[in-house]
């Protein structure tokens, strides 16, 4: 979260592209083909899909919920299954007793071991909720700029990736050199700024 309350940290970029005429509702069916849908135990370890700003566990997205006067705000929505590991320990050791038993055995082999392990975890997945984590995303539509409430490196490159993939526009991350380039500098300029290294201003380390 962020955009509304809580955290002002964020990571910001440019938009790289032109909006279509019509971007409104062409904007409103690509955020819905990408929507959150829940995340079942018999499912993938994760999932990922745009949900309310204001609400995570809306994801039933329309103009009303996504514009904003000259905004697009979505919030990304990551559900992700983490079981405590003492927990999933004692039922696989206890599935494990049980499985030998049947079969008279002292051992499982490999295959055996990882399909136990599967059918514990769908099992205790049943019994616990999916771990979520949220993200709000913010854009300008008249600046191009558009505002992720996170620095984490990995959620920048996937919110990154499921806009290019939402919307079909380039993200540039915010540096000296786009921020110069998008104010108009002469030529001569940008070939200077094309070519500059940064400067270490502490003492070598021994």
Same mark, same amino acid.
């Given at each position: 979260?962020?955009?509304?309350?809580?955290?002002?940290? =964020?990571?910001?970029? =440019?938009?790289?592209?032109?909006?279509? *005429?019509?971007?409104? *509702?062409?904007?409103?069916?690509?955020?819905?083909?990408?929507?959150?849908?829940?995340?079942?135990?018999?499912?993938?370890?994760?999932?990922?899909?745009?949900?309310?700003?204001? #609400? /995570?566990? *809306?994801?039933?997205?329309?103009?009303?919920?996504?514009?904003?006067? #000259? =905004?697009?705000?979505?919030?990304?929505?990551?559900?992700?299954?983490?079981?405590?590991? /003492?927990?999933?320990?004692?039922?696989?050791?206890?599935?494990?007793?049980?499985?030998?038993?049947?079969?008279?055995?002292?051992?499982?082999?490999?295959?055996?071991?990882?399909?136990?392990?599967?059918?514990?975890?769908?099992?205790?997945?049943?019994?616990?909720?999916?771990?979520?984590?949220?993200?709000?995303?913010?854009? #300008?539509?008249?600046?191009?700029?558009?505002?992720?409430?996170?620095?984490? /490196?990995?959620?920048?490159?996937?919110?990154?990736?499921?806009?290019?993939?939402?919307?079909?526009? *380039?993200?540039?991350?915010?540096?000296?050199?786009?921020?110069?380039?998008?104010?108009?500098?002469?030529?001569?300029?940008?070939?200077?700024?094309?070519?500059?290294? /940064?400067?270490?201003?502490?003492?070598?380390?021994?």
């Amino acid at each position: 979260m962020g955009a509304l309350k809580g955290s002002i940290s =964020y990571s910001k970029h =440019y938009v790289r592209g032109t909006l279509p *005429d019509d971007f409104h *509702d062409a904007f409103v069916e690509r955020v819905r083909l990408r929507a959150f849908r829940p995340l079942g135990p018999e499912e993938d370890e994760a999932r990922i899909g745009w949900c309310s700003i204001e #609400n /995570p566990l *809306d994801c039933e997205l329309d103009h009303g919920k996504i514009f904003f006067n #000259n =905004y697009l705000n979505l919030g990304l929505r990551i559900d992700r299954w983490q079981i405590p590991g /003492p927990l999933f320990k004692a039922h696989f050791a206890e599935a494990e007793r049980e499985h030998l038993a049947k079969r008279g055995r002292a051992k499982l082999g490999k295959s055996e071991k990882e399909e136990l392990a599967l059918r514990v975890s769908r099992k205790l997945r049943k019994q616990l909720v999916p771990v979520m984590k949220t993200v709000d995303l913010s854009w #300008n539509l008249e600046t191009g700029v558009v505002r992720f409430w996170t620095q984490s /490196p990995a959620l920048v490159e996937t919110l990154g990736e499921i806009f290019d993939a939402t919307f079909g526009l *380039d993200l540039v991350p915010e540096s000296p050199f786009t921020a110069a380039s998008r104010i108009g500098l002469a030529e001569v300029h940008e070939r200077t700024f094309a070519v500059l290294q /940064p400067s270490v201003f502490h003492a070598p380390l021994s």
